[in-house]
């Protein structure tokens, strides 16, 4: 019987932790989402989700799987944009 040794490459691992949002910040990136669905329905690139200011609550779409936040920046997927708050 032979045995082999598997290592795991925590670089290719995603660790996918819970990410408590505040429902401010969350209505905040819905609506940026929302108005950009509104303005381009027929684009061929697919959003990735919203980096978005706690503070101010203004943000921006992101296009990229692992964006650069500033700091007091939060990204939120578009997956999490899909959350309905109450």
Avoid: W
């Avoid at 670089?11 to 381009?40: F, M, N």
């Amino acid at each position: 019987m032979k045995y082999t040794h598997k290592t795991r490459d925590i670089k290719q691992q995603e660790i996918q932790l819970p990410i408590t949002i505040d429902c401010d910040v969350l209505r905040a990136a819905q609506r940026i989402y929302r108005s950009y669905c509104v303005l381009y329905p027929k684009n061929d690139r697919q959003p990735c989700g919203i980096a978005i200011n706690r503070k101010n609550k203004q943000g921006q779409i992101i296009f990229r799987k692992k964006p650069i936040l500033l700091p007091g920046e939060s990204f939120i997927s578009t997956n999490q944009l899909e959350i309905e708050v109450h």
